[in-house]
């Protein structure tokens, strides 16, 4: 968003929704605000439930809303980004509506829905993104046009190196509020001197009615260690209310003195996390993402990153809690790795602004190769 | 659909909905019950309207409600037929509720949204049924599992080639009530003597705008030879009202005798039109798919139809009143085609029936190939 | 809206939806803006089907629509006219979205859904007003606050008298193209000499399912004069359908040549028509309020428009062909009648802006005085 | 419900949906499935945010589903019960199909957007079930039938007053794990033993934008007592998110040891707090309906129950701290109060089911007295 505010050639156009304009994952509106981006339209899509119902009827919401913000914005073109479910909404409707569709993120795998999402949007889309070299020629072997595929990175990745470069300048940080600063629940420590496991495990929303079973079997895997260990909340796809169960029951149950679980983090707070921690766990992309540029030891449990392209540092188990175990011990022991750069080095924005100002695109016949 | 009812392993339920519940478009539920079908549900989704916005809510709206049928319904399979921007409807529904999605005529090359749409759609299905190797070599480029693609011919072919085969051995039909029995406006004259031309255009979405142009071009060309013409209304696509806009002006201004105008036909009576008449003229994909196999000439308009496989049936002419008007001249001369069968040879039902009752498909993880 | 872009301290934005933004209604945007009107925001939100089912499904899309509309164009109040379905969702939305509510036309009664929902959008109203003095108590009897409660006038009679003031000083009129430049179907007549009877009869949403059986019988008293006779296309209620059908059945099996069908008509036409014909026939709400002005002879059927004011114009009867029948021969002997002002003498939407200006409203707590 | 079931005239259908089929409000589906009812359709309609634009979001999306779940069970007569906003959309929708509506607690007075509805609900309903003389009066003052309406008391107190039967019963209650089974969190106490408050505080839906003052004055006033204190979370109506704020950043600030928050309670065990706790504070309906018959001392603040039928147990006073902490000084030297039962004696659901069985309506015409 920056990148394209600073090319002259284009306006930005910003529309805040979905799960973003929800206040129980921080306030996006204000820190967009902060930033010095003006929100264009706001629209609230997410029917709550969490189940794949709702999920299904969110997506058939947003559709309905998105039609009236693109009729009174009209754009020249939107920029849908990765495969959650919700961005189909975005992009169908600008299908319906002969709006362009630049896409970011595509070509990738993984598991659940979001595989399928994925290559569905690249198909729909006139201008692809990747964030590599693989995903790139998968999107020109599904029949897109190669001239119209460009490998520039993951946008989200300028973010996180700018992040990062900036933590390695300081001198030192205080961690003494921490705990205080972004709230949740359970035991707090010493960040600074202890160490911990860092644990984000989300839906699979294909294997709905299965993410209490996965949720507790991290949990029976954690508490093998009883060290301290920071979970955050998983997001709202279906499924998550299974996960929020697991981990509540399992609470009162066991009363695990070493969980402490935050709601949502700033993604600064979160980076500082993941250098710190021991080992990551769960089935969180950050750990594949921003983990192969930290180095972070990584434990990637069950399905929902399948397949996905991943650096030295993450190790796959299935969703069994002597698997974890044994995974968890072991990248321990291995301690940090080497930065890799599948995801891109940084100017991923820079070069999709520069793109999208220098290529004419229309919506009359998208050219598929096949 | 018969296919399916007379599988044992297999129970048919039939959703009924979006403009095939519209009464402008026929009583499709009295032919259903007619057939022996069960209509298990209904839902009306068509927001009135005809515009790239109109079509855009209708699919938000489709979504919601479908996914209250399919909650109710609780489907183990979704079978999606082809690529109208409604049926991105169940196809999105079922994908974020876990329900397997087979899919028939995916894999083929058009203009419009169509072509775009039906790509995505393959891209969240799980069982391929294409119409023909061309298609089906294109699903795997795609990246599909090739053992999930059937070239089973077009199911939509199965009950043409029935209609065309009862037609062919019929001793005489009595053409004397045909405007009286399917109503319409304009002139009449005597189908089993005269010689006339048959017109079915449709709204090209990704050229909103343009269409008004497009049909008048079409009137124009039709105007130099003044023979006996019939024109079937266009469908509910965007664009719809442009064409209908530029009909009705043609009638006030040139007052066109030899102009005779139906809402909508049965598809026997359909069928009839195109064994009898001189030469079809449009964008309609029925002179490509019924028209190879009866042979008749056709002339096709414009960038709806671009790169569909064709038979030798049919030429391509862009929108201009004097290609249209030459083309037409050229495909009169040259008169009935050798029957092909790009589409399949009648069987098609069948085969998607067998193959559905043998297959086990999830939603876990559908693998794709790239 | 005259009135109110005249009041300095008001700001007029135009919301354009429903069926007033369907082409087959005519084009309103376009005469909007021929008056010196800018459309701020529209929206789509009928559902194809003229059933019940349809017309709930589209008030709800209305509120979901609206919602969108009021947060982005945040009025300080929103004027809600008279009580077709789909008014309950701007005023729906405006409840929720705490927007003050001024409503025109409240307090009267009649037949169908629309006097169950005129009375629950006053109970939702901060100011009313009523179009005479006989709807002003009703509305204060409701508990509604006296003071909020205003006696100004239909403000469609404004338009209404402002016509036919201008008609009155027309030396004389050319209705040879009358039928030419309005279209329709049917046998064409010359207005300025026949008599002719004039028709508009409404789908009765309480009485889904008989509206064909009304509809049969109007034609068939009618088919007993086979005089002149114009009629105008339903509205897109709940029932139209079944209209339209008994009316396409009439003309296939009785060929009434005396019989001229309308889609809509401008109001000034239809003005015309009303004062040139020998009798008005059906249940339009018009015959009642233009009527009574116009003094034309009237025949209201059924209960559409039970227990509404009506002026000394207005006979009503039972859909019955006899009652019908008789009921058209006594107004033709009649004929014209003295002219009534009982909705209002043309000066509703001066005293309307005036009150809104004055007038200091907040929804803060509506105060029911019972 | 049960009275229903046991009515042999008469066949019960269940819809669960709103925020009744939320986790979050408790598992109703188990309790309904646990008390033997069936529940005939599910559907989700919430839209998350708790803002006016997401109320009303909410409600058309409500229509909608309701629309497809009234067709599906095509039941003779909804009953609506109460005032919520989201009672609106199931009365909207059976009024659109033709549905007739009976209404339990009409004719009550009130604040916030609750009046308007509850008031609009009474003009569009065929059959009244107010819970006491006061409110059967207001309706039949509104215009209603007086042959229609029904003073049977609210069904809510049946089962309320069963319950407060049942504990009567009871020798001793073990209150020492009330902390552990219904989870929460904050400090806790020995229920049995030590003298607490009960806080119960919705947002004033009208007031939007107030509400986290209206909060911080109660915090305020309870932080001069610092005894224990128990308290509900707000209801998901607009506005409930700045209450969850202000009662976050107060216990950030402030550490009340003395302060308890409960997610949601089981009724039972709601009415153990009233009958135990010192006095009641807040704008919940609680304390004026259930309150009465228990008579415990209640302050009840701000504008959410003005006019609202209450009985000698209740003071109200503004929002203020002062005045706040002045009322809960005198109610608890008052202590309890002698029982009222303003509204009703436990047996409306028996009156309501015989009444329902005995009256036949249909919604041709809806008759009103004025």
């Not at 299904?56 to 913000?69: E, F, Q, Y």
């Not at 189909?88 to 598991?111: C, D, F, K, Q």
């Not at 921490?178 to 949740?184: R, S, Y």
Request: glycine share 8%.
């Amino acid at each position: 968003m920056k990148a394209i505010q600073a090319t002259p050639e284009l306006k930005l156009q910003v529309i805040l929704g979905a799960v973003a304009l929800l206040p129980r994952f921080g306030n996006l509106e204000e820190i967009l605000e902060r930033d010095g981006f003006k929100v264009d339209a706001k629209f609230y899509m997410i029917v709550e439930g969490e189940t794949p119902v709702t999920m299904s009827k969110s997506a058939g919401l947003g559709i309905i809303d998105l039609t009236m913000i693109f009729y009174n914005l009209a754009p020249d073109m939107i920029v849908a980004v990765g495969d959650r479910f919700d961005v189909m909404a975005p992009v169908l409707a600008a299908t319906y509506m002969n709006i362009p569709i630049a896409h970011t993120m595509g070509g990738e795998r993984s598991g659940t829905v979001d595989e399928n999402i994925r290559h569905a949007i690249t198909k729909l889309s006139h201008l692809h993104f990747p964030a590599n070299e693989d995903a790139r020629d998968r999107i020109i072997k599904m029949g897109e046009d190669p001239s119209k595929v460009f490998n520039v990175g993951c946008p989200r990745m300028d973010y996180v190196l700018e992040c990062l470069d900036q933590m390695k300048k300081e001198v030192a940080y205080d961690y003494s509020d921490f705990f205080a600063k972004h709230g949740g629940v359970g035991g707090c420590f010493d960040l600074s001197k202890e160490k911990f496991l860092l644990v984000s495990q989300h839906p699979v929303t294909t294997e709905y009615g299965s993410n209490r079973q996965y949720i507790e079997e991290i949990l029976h895997a954690l508490n093998k260690f009883k060290m301290p260990t920071i979970m955050i909340w998983p997001n709202a796809d279906a499924g998550s209310f299974e996960i929020s169960r697991g981990v509540r029951v399992f609470r009162e149950t066991y009363r695990p003195e070493w969980l402490h679980l935050f709601i949502n983090l700033p993604i600064e707070a979160y980076l500082r996390l993941m250098r710190l921690c021991s080992c990551m766990i769960g089935n969180s992309s950050s750990a594949i993402r921003e983990g192969e540029v930290i180095g972070v030891p990584a434990v990637n449990i069950g399905t929902r990153q399948n397949m996905r392209l991943k650096g030295k540092n993450v190790v796959d188990v299935a969703s069994s809690r002597d698997e974890i175990y044994q995974a968890i011990v072991r990248q321990m022991e291995s301690g940090f790795y080497e930065t890799e750069y599948l995801y891109g080095n940084g100017s991923a924005g820079k070069k999709i602004a520069k793109i999208i100002s220098e290529t004419n695109i229309t919506t009359t016949q998208k050219i598929n190769f096949y």
